[in-house]
């Protein structure tokens, strides 16, 4: 198995920006609100990159995913069945945020950011967060999968990225080891460009390819 030497920088460059920015958070040099809304625009060209590289729970989330392994303890992944459905959970909450009905509880990013700056959370909204984490211990980003208003607010507006995870389809051997390495459980092994709104751009699945058959390029152009 060979790896390009810069493909195998990408994933300790994707955890020093999450360290960098998650000290920033805490020693109040700047918000995730603003990264996210200085990287708005960036997600109609390439996707959702805050949510992969920069959001503080999303990182807390894959290091206890990381941290989890090093217990030893079980890994849990939702049946394909199951998650067509309730990877859907996070768009009807972000419907009802927009017909203004909030459900408090659920604002892990916001609450995150509050504890970060040493603020204290309400006891529902601390419960609800304190068993994503436990969770995230056996599953990949159990929040960003399934209550993050914001990322389904980004994921919907990155559909029409141009630049994704593309799978070329002769180099494949259909070994599958992307799909399984996906945090955010898509199927990148059947797909030949990746547009799906869950898609957070973590690269994990380009990292993970033993045949370099994926890269980060524009949707390739159909032949006629
Ligand atoms: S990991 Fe690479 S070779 Fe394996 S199925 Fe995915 S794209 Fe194909
Ligand atoms: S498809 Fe690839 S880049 Fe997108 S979330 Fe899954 S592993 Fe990350």
Redesign the pocket.
Known sequence: MTFEPRRAWIQPIRFGIQVLVLVGCMIGLITSKQVSNWLLPTTLVVGVLFCGWVCPLGSIQDWLFWFGRKLKLPVLRMPAGVQRYLQLTRYALYLLTLLNITVNCLHGTRHVGKLLRGDTVGAAALGVLIAFLLVSLFFKRPFCNYACVGGARRGLLSVLRLIGIR?DED?????????TACPMNID??NQTFVRHPNCIGCLT?LT????Q??TFKPQPIRKK
């Not at 180099?171 to 992307?178: G, I, K, R």
Request: charged content about 10%.
């Open positions: 799978r180099t494949c051997v259909h070994c599958n080891q992307c799909t990148v092994a699945c993970t390819c033993p045949k058959a994926l």
